[in-house]
């Protein structure tokens, strides 16, 4: 401890200024990239949000190999309902989200809608006495379990990762700083 206090009070606040800044010039921007999409038998359902409106942001959204969009620009957000055409099979989906803020990491997804169930068959009348025909129940669809895909990769926005890194870095030089600084007093 008597080491520090021979030091000289520019010099600790000055290794102490640099411990505190390095953590927030190597976190750089937090970006809080959200992409959620549900998939059901007939609709794709996609919104996309937290995306900087400064940067060129586009979207490609693939639905049983028809391109429903095709690198189309948004700001901040995107949200929308896609019909699914009629299908007996599975369809394969694929979400491209790309920005300029962070080329070199697009956010691609892929999935599967499924067919939506047969409706259930409509009981048949029991005979009756009268004439009267019965009315026939009108068949009702089930709706399908929605399938619960977990968020898209992380842009960095959610991950303190960086920030951890950075502090401990931050840590390191104002320690290394500190020990250099001890030992040529200590001469």
Request: proline letters at 12%.
């Amino acid at each position: 401890m008597a080491g520090l206090r021979a030091l000289p009070g520019g010099l600790i606040t000055g290794a102490v200024g640099l411990g505190v800044l390095t953590p927030l010039l190597l976190a750089g921007s937090a970006a809080a990239h959200t992409s959620e999409w549900t998939l059901d038998c007939d609709r794709v359902s996609l919104r996309v949000t937290g995306y900087d409106p400064q940067y060129s942001n586009r979207i490609t959204l693939t639905v049983g190999g028809e391109k429903l969009l095709d690198h189309q620009a948004f700001g901040a957000a995107f949200s929308q309902d896609f019909p699914v055409k009629a299908h007996t099979g599975d369809l394969a989906v694929e979400l491209s989200v790309t920005t300029d803020e962070q080329p070199k990491n697009p956010v691609t997804r892929t999935g599967t809608v499924k067919p939506c169930p047969p409706p259930s068959p409509s009981p048949t009348p029991s005979p009756s006495v009268s004439r009267t025909p019965a009315p026939t129940p009108t068949p009702t669809r089930k709706p399908s379990p929605k399938p619960s895909a977990p968020q898209l990769a992380e842009t960095g926005g959610g991950s303190h990762a960086g920030v951890i890194a950075a502090a401990g870095a931050g840590v390191l030089v104002v320690g290394g700083a500190l020990v250099l600084i001890s030992r040529r007093r200590s001469r």
